[in-house]
Structure formats: C-alpha cells, structure tokens
C-alpha cells in the first residue's frame, strides 16, 4: 500500500493563513492593553534612567539643583512642623513634600533619596501614562504607543542635536530636572498639568462632568505647584470653547476654585498680601502707593505675570538657534502635529496648541530665564510634553494611512474600579486638605528659617544642630554635631558675628545671634529673616579653630553641598544653631 503523500500548502493558502495568525496574536495582545505595552515602556525608561545616572557627573543622590530646591524642602518642613512660612513661591509641591520632612528633618540632604524616588517611581510613568492617554485619543493606541516611545528616548536622542558647547548644561543641569531627579517644583508641575491635560481630553470624549472636574482639579493644583502654570488654561477653555461644552467646562472650573483659595491663604498668611491684586507693602511703603488710600493699578501688577517681550523672546529665538541643530525643525514638528491633531479634532488640538503657545509666549519672553544660562529649559518643562506629542502625531497627515490608524488601532477605554471614590479621594488631598490647613495654621514668627542672600538660598535652622565653642587647637575650638548627610558628601561654612548687630537704616530692628528678621511692614505675613554673619571658612570635619577678638561672639555652622562637590561653590542646605562664646575667653 502507498504511503500518502504530502499536500504541500500554496502560495495562497500560507497568504490567507498568515493574516488570521497575526488577528489571533493581536487578539491576544489587544486583552492585556494598554499594560502589556506600556509597562515594558515605564521598565525601559527606569532603564535608561538608571545609565544615566552611572554616566552624568553627580554627588551621590544630589545631581545640579540650581538653589531653589531649598525653598521648597524649607516651606515643607515649616509645613510639617505647623505655620506658614514666608511664602515666595507656590505651595503645591512643599505641601505634597512636609511628611517627608516631618519624618526626615530639616536637613534636605537626608530627605533627598526619598523625594528622588517618589518622584522617578511615581510621577514618572504617571507622566509616560498620560502622555499614552493624550495621543492615543487622538490618533489611536498605535500612535499612542509611539508618542510615549518618544517621551523616553527623545530627552537622549536630542543630546547629539545639541552644540558641544551646551552638553554640560543640557546634560548635567536641565535633564536631571526632567527626570524628577531634583527636589524642585518644575517636574512635579509637569506632571500634574499632564494629567489636567488627559483628563480634559477624556472629558472631549466621554462628556463626563466628572472627568472635567478632575481635570480641574489637578490644574489647580498645578497652579498651587508654580502659579505660572495657570498659563496651561489656555488650552482647556479653548478646547471646552470650540467644542461647546459648557457644562464641561463649568465643572472644569469650578473644580480649580479649591486650589485657588488655598493659594490665596498662603500667599495672603505667608506674605501679609495677594501678590496678584496688590504690591508687596514694602513696595508700597518706597513708592506711590506710600499714600494712605492710593494703590498701583490692577493691570500693572497683572503685568508682572503675564508680561510679553516681544525682543527677549527673539533674543531667545537667536540664542537656541546658535545652540540647537535646527530652529526650523522645532517650529514644524508642533505646527504639523497641530494640524494632524485637527484633523482628527479641532478641540483636542487647539487644547495642545493654547497650551503650547500660552507657554512660548509668556515663558520665552520671560527676563528671568535665557537659552544660554539654561534655566529657561528648566522653566519651561511643563510646555515641553504638547511638543512630543504633536510630533508624534504626526504620520495623521499621510494620506489614507491616517485615518487608518485610528480606525485600525481605536483607544481602548481604560475604567478603573471605584473612579468616583478615587475622584473624592484627591479631591480631599488636592482640593480640601490645603484649604483647612492653611486656615488652620498661623503665619511663621522666630528664626525657624533664614535667607541667605550670598547664595540666594532659603534654608532651615535647626536648633538640634548643636554648636559648642569652648579652649583648643590653639584657639577657640568651634565644634558640633551635624545630621546624618550619608546620601551625599557634604562640607561645612563656618560663620561669626557679634550677639546684637545694629542695622545701617535706624528704622530696622537689631540682628541677633546673626538673623535679622525684618517687621512685617503694613500687612501681617510671616517672619522675614536674614543671615548677617561674616563667612570664616570652609571645612570637612566636625570642628574648626578660630582666634577671635575679644569679647562675645556667636557661631554658626551652614551644612553645604553641590553636585560638584566643589567646596568654593554653593548651596548651603541647613543653618545650624548658634554656639555662644562668652565675653571672657
């Protein structure tokens, strides 16, 4: 008997096999979207992440600050310890901060690796998720998929575009900061403006008031961050304006109105006015609103917010054009994406456009900040994630194959369980707590914090930092107990005034034990104290030897560090206690 021989299969039997292989895998895949893809997305950017940190110049846990990074670990500390301090910047990011300078003290060193991992741990695939959840309602999960691929790879894929005279600046002092690295307010704004920004474009889609209020929440609280963030507003009303969405866009703002009021205690608790309606009483006190009843008008103050400087911003224009690759090419990706995004939809893409253009405006026309110095990329973070994505979506435009993309790979709509009770949820951490609290608390009074002018610093002082002075070395031996510094190498600043230092204005109080706390002017507000010390060296150990002149003196030690570990640099970090030299020595 012949044995049976083999069918072999034809051309057109393995063509029309092969498409019903790759629907059963993508079947398959599509039960575990959008996790399956993006979490090996939030593994690779950790992974990337973690190179980085082997290869960039850094001190331990601290990599370049910039200084402001004490104002925010200084309020949450005075936070945590129950007043409000004085409050030169927003409150959002030092109040999200005060449990963990409740539990790590006021040296913001110790409490670094904590504040580095929340934010690289949490916010940061938070940010990838959103930056998913934007393109994806716009262009389908496939281009979804890319735009969060692009918000991991193009921070290092960009650094060869970048001139050789601005690596160090772009490597080691902005990308830090945009990977949350830092303790600054800039990535945490960010984020939080993303996930505004998602939640506004669910709202678009599902008509939810819900989702517009969450959305609304979350802006607010981006504006409690960094006050400048309410420049992303632009987007959200024109979107909820082109789409008609009135309702949408009541809850929306409504929704914001927590936030806002607990941004006004703190300025108004911290500061003894409203930044935004009136000048600062010392202001008024050396100008023309020196006269009972007089006042600048509303518009000039306004001005110090919304200010456009039409040659600053060319000035910047000139300046990233000598340092980047191609201007043109950072103009026409967001303007192609824009008008991908509008075919798609007119509100999602005036939402990105308002929001990326209300930033370009008012930020690069900003005088505060320059391409050359860097910190206009650091001031600029929270615009940066409307120019990934409308770059991402690009491939809309392609004929045919853009509408195929989203008809294809249609958004696959993620619920979680108990969204209402997870809304109310934030809306007491983000929206209620704030507000209680700072009705609650008292504005701060005493030298529990000072500023530092030399290195425009505002730092801690903390009276469980010891100083003792007493005979030895040859000298007097100035010698104390410092906290815990182990997650970078850290020196010390001694410094040495007399116990009471008179003002050069008669009209100014004493300083004593070397802080001046000034009075609070025409409006009560919280202590605003400065160190007047003179500065008598630097040193790595625990104790240092001074021969002063007779009679009293008082010491105080500045617990400091850097990213360069770089001891003729900054920033002081922690003011110790004084240590008291009696007037017989």
């Known amino acids: 008997m012949a044995a049976p021989q083999a069918v072999p299969y034809s051309a057109e039997a393995i063509a029309a096999e092969r498409p019903s292989r790759v629907l059963g895998l993508e079947r398959r895949i599509a039960r575990y979207e959008p996790w399956a893809v993006l979490v090996p997305m939030v593994v690779l950017q950790w992974l990337t ?214 941004l006004a205690l703190w300025k108004d608790k911290g500061l003894g006015h409203l930044p935004f309606l009136t000048p600062a009483p010392k202001a008024l006190a050396a100008g023309a609103g020196a006269v009972e009843g007089t006042a600048l008008p509303l518009g000039l103050v306004v001005s110090r917010y919304l200010h456009f400087d039409w040659w600053r911003l060319n000035h910047n224009y000139l300046e990233l054009r000598e340092f980047f690759w191609s201007v043109r090419l950072l103009q026409w990706l967001p303007l192609a994406g824009f008008l991908a995004a509008a075919r798609r939809s007119w509100p999602k893409a005036l939402l990105l456009g308002g929001w990326l253009a209300a930033f370009v405006l008012v930020k690069g026309s900003s005088e505060q900040a320059s391409i050359e110095s860097g910190i206009l990329l650091r001031l600029f973070l929270p615009g940066f994630p409307p120019v990934l994505i409308f770059a991402a979506l690009i491939p809309l435009l392609i004929p045919t194959v853009g509408p195929r993309l989203w008809e294809r790979f249609p958004v696959r709509d993620v619920r979680l369980p108990g969204r209402r009770e997870l809304a109310i949820a934030g809306g007491l951490v983000l929206g209620l707590a704030p507000v209680l609290v700072f009705a609650a608390f008292k504005p701060l009074h005493g030298t529990k914090e000072a500023k530092y002018f030399d290195e425009s610093v505002i730092v801690p002082v903390d009276d469980h930092f010891t100083v003792r002075v007493g005979r030895g070395g040859g000298g007097e031996l100035v010698a104390w107990n410092p906290p815990a510094s182990s997650p970078a190498r850290v020196f010390y600043r001694v410094y040495r005034v007399r116990p009471v230092v008179q003002a050069p204005d008669p009209t100014l109080p004493p300083g004593r034990r070397g802080i001046r706390c000034l009075p609070s002017g025409l409006a009560p507000g919280a202590s605003d104290c400065r160190l007047e010390m003179q500065f008598l060296g630097t040193t790595r150990t625990h104790s240092f030897v001074d021969k002063p002149p007779a009679g009293p003196w008082i010491y105080r030690i500045g617990l400091t560090a850097n990213w360069r570990d770089d001891e003729s640099a900054g920033d002081v970090m922690l003011l110790s206690g004084p240590g008291v030299l009696g007037r017989f020595h």
């Open 49 to 262: 992440l973690v190179v980085f940190v082997l290869v960039v110049r850094r001190n331990g846990w601290l990599f370049y600050q910039g200084g402001d990074q004490t104002f925010f670990y200084t309020d949450s500390w005075v936070i945590s310890h129950g007043h409000i301090p004085e409050s030169e910047i927003g409150y959002g990011w030092s109040f999200l901060l005060a449990p963990i300078a409740r539990f790590f003290g006021a040296s913001y060193i110790s409490a670094l690796p904590a504040i580095v991992l929340a934010q690289t741990l949490v916010l940061l695939p938070v940010a990838l998720f959103c930056v998913y959840g934007i393109a994806a309602r716009i262009g389908g999960r496939l281009l979804g998929y890319f735009a969060a691929l692009v918000w991991v790879l193009a921070p290092f894929a960009s650094i060869p575009l970048w001139d050789q005279r601005y690596h160090a600046k772009y490597i080691e002092q902005f990308l830090p900061q945009a990977f949350g690295m830092t303790g600054l307010g800039d990535f945490p704004s960010m984020v939080f403006v993303l996930v505004a920004a998602y939640f506004c474009i669910r709202a678009l889609d599902t008509h939810e008031l819900l989702d517009a209020a969450v959305a609304g929440l979350f802006a607010g609280f981006a504006i409690g961050i960094k006050p400048a963030n309410a420049l992303f507003l632009a987007g959200p009303f024109l979107a909820f304006a082109a789409a008609r969405r009135i309702r949408q866009g009541g809850a929306f703002a409504l929704a914001l109105l927590p936030a806002l009021v607990a």
